[in-house]
């Protein structure tokens, strides 16, 4: 069965970088959506932020707290996308989460499935 496996995050000063990896491992068709949320702290599992998305062949979509800071990319043949994060601030902490819609298969239907988290840091 597919899972999302999450790397990357940590600690950071405020106006660093950091880059987040996500890989679907397993058999893996096809990915439709990937997306990045953000649980900030204290926050409830129903309170993530969406920070970014890109759905198929469309532009991809940020929250406006972090357009010009934070750019999607991916690596098809990998099966990983990449979240990668500049001029961090403080209000960035929080634990990441990479969510996509996954096939299989050729006959399946997309799957939603959920990385299992990534802390980041960003504090002097």
């Known amino acids: 069965q597919v899972q999302l496996v999450q790397s990357g995050g940590g600690l950071v000063q405020p106006g660093g970088s950091l880059r987040l990896s996500c890989v679907a491992s397993?058999?893996?068709?096809?990915?439709?959506?990937i997306a990045w949320y953000r649980q900030g702290p204290g926050k409830l599992r129903e309170d993530r932020e969406l920070?970014?998305?890109?759905?198929?062949?469309?532009?991809?979509v940020y929250a406006d707290s972090v357009k010009g800071r934070f750019s999607l990319s991916g690596d098809r043949a990998k099966n990983t996308g990449y979240l990668q994060m500049n001029s961090l601030k403080p209000e960035d902490t929080g634990v990441y989460y990479c969510?996509?819609?996954?096939?299989?298969?050729?006959?399946?239907?997309?799957?939603?499935?959920w990385g299992q988290g990534t802390q980041v840091t960003v504090s002097s």
């Open positions: 969510n996509a819609d996954v096939k299989e298969t050729w006959f399946d239907l997309p799957r939603n499935i």
């Open positions: 397993g058999t893996v068709n096809r990915i439709n959506m």
């Open positions: 920070v970014a998305s890109i759905t198929g062949g469309r532009a991809a």
